[in-house]
């Protein structure tokens, strides 16, 4: 009885397992860093906060890296993330400051081919109260196998604010990549009626004997 419940404990952690990396960005010495599984790529442009300042939701200004930074305010910025998956690739999470303006902002990522394909677009319009949120693109257009070197593209969408030369505008604060094992419904649902009826037999067994 123990070795059947046992095993339908682990058919369903290992139905629904998953393994999650996180690429950091931070500001270290005046510039941006970005620490993780990285692969390659010029990630000089990503902005960071001025020398001394406070707010961006009290994270503290070392903490993060900006699409948009200061003194940078003139057009629209993309900045890209060159990666290497650690292990296969399907749901992105992004750790970004939902602002006083508007910080909304859409990501895009390259395929197989090398086309970039659009993932989505976090909506931040003005008036967020600095907060910091978690966005999650799950079940992305494609997996991306283990070992792929691919190209991760943050687009500030929002109108570029007055204030932004003094600020900059769009703070993230990390981009965290994860896998997760797609299950079809029916399939949990056959194994927990086997599993059920496994053990139904073995009472009806138990209470024979």
Aim: aromatic residues 10%.
């Amino acid at each position: 009885m123990k070795k059947i419940i046992s095993m339908f404990v682990m058919l369903l952690v290992f139905a629904t397992a998953a393994s999650a990396y996180d690429v950091d960005l931070s500001r270290v010495t005046g510039v941006c860093e970005v620490t993780g599984p990285l692969y390659g790529g010029d990630h000089g442009d990503w902005g960071v906060a001025p020398e001394g300042s406070t707010g961006y939701g009290d994270e503290g200004r070392d903490h993060f890296c900006m699409i948009v930074g200061p003194g940078d305010c003139s057009d629209v910025d993309t900045w890209s993330m060159v990666f290497t998956a650690d292990g296969p690739v399907n749901k992105i999470r992004v750790r970004h400051l939902d602002g006083q303006v508007d910080d909304t902002f859409s990501m895009a990522m390259t395929d197989a081919a090398g086309g970039p394909v659009e993932i989505g677009m976090v909506n931040a319009p003005a008036g967020g109260g600095e907060i910091w949120r978690v966005s999650e693109w799950m079940n992305l257009p494609f997996t991306i196998p283990d070992g792929e070197t691919r190209t991760l593209y943050f687009t500030a969408e929002a109108p570029i604010e007055p204030w932004c030369e003094t600020w900059g505008q769009i703070a993230i604060d990390y981009v965290e990549f994860d896998y997760e094992e797609e299950v079809p419904e029916f399939g949990l649902l056959a194994i927990t009626i086997a599993m059920i009826g496994a053990l139904g037999g073995l009472f009806m067994l138990r209470k024979r004997r």
